[in-house]
C-alpha cells in the first residue's frame, strides 16, 4: 500500500532525470528534484543551494551526477536516509567507507547500459582508428581533400584487441567487434572470466595485453588499484600503432603520459568518452592533439538506456524502502 511510503520523502539529484523512473518514485513516494547549475571546474554541478535546501529528511537519493558524496551532505541528509541510488555503473564518486559506517546502502545501474557504452567505445575505436578529429576538422574548415591517400588510418580488420576488464562491458564490447574481422581477442583483469571462451578471447596477463594489442579498451571500474593503470610505463609497453580507448573513468589514465605519448606518436592515437576533469576545458593541451578523438561522457546517454537506468535506480529504492532486497547492490 503506498500510503504506508507517500511520507517518506526521495531525493533526485537531477532535473532530466528519466521520466519513466520519476514516475515509479512518484507513484511510492514524495519526491523533490534539484536542478543544475553550471559548467564549472568539476563540471556540470548541481545547485548546491537547491540541494542542501532539499536533502534534509531524505530517505534515498537517487543520484544522478558526479558530484562526490561527501560526508558533509550525509549529515546533512540526516540519520532516516537508507540509499543511494547511483544512477550509473560507477561509484567512485560515492564514498563507500562513510556509507558503509552509517549503515546506509547503495545501488547503482549495471548491466542495463553494457550495450550503449560498447557502442560508444566501438565509436571510439572507429573516430580514433580512422582519425575523425582531423578528419573532421578539415571539413568543417574547407580543407577537404581531394583523393583518398591523405588522411590514412588503422583497420580493425586483423587487429588483436585487448579489453582491460572483461566484465559487463567488456564483453559487450568483444560481441559487437565480432563482425569485423578481427584476429585476437585478449582480455586482462583479476581471474579468467568463465564467459570468455564463448567470446573467443584469450585470458593474458596485462603487459602481455599491453605488448600485442592493436587496440586496448579500457573498461574497469577506478579504484585505488587502476588509477593511472595508463602511464607512462604502461604506454611505454605498447605497439607504436596502439590505440587506447576509455569508456570508463578519465582518471584511470595519467594524461600527462598520455599527452606525451600522443605528441610524441610513441602511440597511434587515443578515443576517450571520459576525461579529467569533465568537462575537459576547451583550451586544455589534449585538444591540440590531432590524434585524439574525444566525447563528452556520453557512453549511457541513449533515450532508451537512460529510461532503463532510471527505472532500475527507481526499483533499488522502492525495494529498500520497503524492506526488500536491492535488485542491484553494491557491496559495501
Ligand atoms: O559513467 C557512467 C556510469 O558509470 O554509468
Known sequence: ???????????????????????????????????????????????????????PGCSALVWSSNLPITKELLDKAGPQLKLVATVSAGYNHCNLDELRARGIKLSNTPNVLAPAVAEIAVGLILGAARRFTENLDQVRRGEWEIGFDKVLGQDVRGSTVGIIGLGGIGQA??????????????????????????????????????????FIVLAVPLTNETKHMINKDTLGKMKSNAIVVNVGRGDLIDQEALYDALKNKQIYAAGLDVTT???????????????????PHIGSATVRTRSDMGVLAAN?????????????PVKL
Request: aromatic fraction near 8%; charged fraction near 25%.
Open 1 to 55: 500500500n503506498n500510503t504506508m511510503t507517500k511520507n517518506l520523502k526521495v531525493l533526485v539529484s537531477s532535473n532530466d532525470f528519466p521520466a519513466s523512473g520519476l514516475r515509479v518514485l512518484e507513484e511510492h513516494f514524495t519526491v523533490v528534484q534539484t536542478k543544475y547549475l553550471n559548467f564549472g571546474e568539476e563540471g556540470r554541478t548541481l545547485a548546491k543551494d537547491d540541494l542542501l535546501k532539499l536533502i
Open 316 to 328: 533499488n529504492v522502492v525495494n529498500a524502502l520497503t524492506g526488500k532486497p536491492l535488485i542491484t
Open 173 to 214: 564490447v568483444v560481441k559487437r567487434l565480432a563482425g569485423f574481422e578481427v584476429e585476437k581477442f585478449v582480455y586482462s583483469g583479476h581471474r579468467e572470466k568463465p564467459e570468455a571462451k564463448a567470446l573467443g578471447a584469450e585470458f593474458v596477463t596485462q603487459d602481455q595485453l599491453l605488448a600485442q594489442s592493436d
Open 277 to 295: 576533469p569533465e568537462p575537459l576545458p576547451k583550451d586544455h593541451k589534449l585538444f591540440t592533439l590531432p590524434n585524439l578523438f574525444v566525447l
